[in-house]
């Protein structure tokens, strides 16, 4: 994937990551999940359901983010 140009104001974007806290406050990168959410007795059941890591563009101008769900993850 090429480096994306900001749909809003037309300057670069810079790769970066959302932040998900976990158990314990412990950190981990977003992850998308295809389906609706379905409660389980510890939290969302995502077994079964594609998982796919999430890429975030940050406008260096404008501060505009954008998301990309990349390769699927194992």
Known sequence: ??????????????????????DHNRKNAAEWIEGPPER???????????????STWRCTRCGYLESYAAEVKE
């Open 40 to 54: 389980g007795w510890f939290g969302l059941k995502t077994r079964g359901h594609e998982t796919h890591r999430i």
């Open 1 to 22: 994937m090429s480096t994306p140009v900001c749909p809003k104001c037309r300057n670069t974007m810079e790769e970066g990551y959302l932040l998900d806290r976990g």
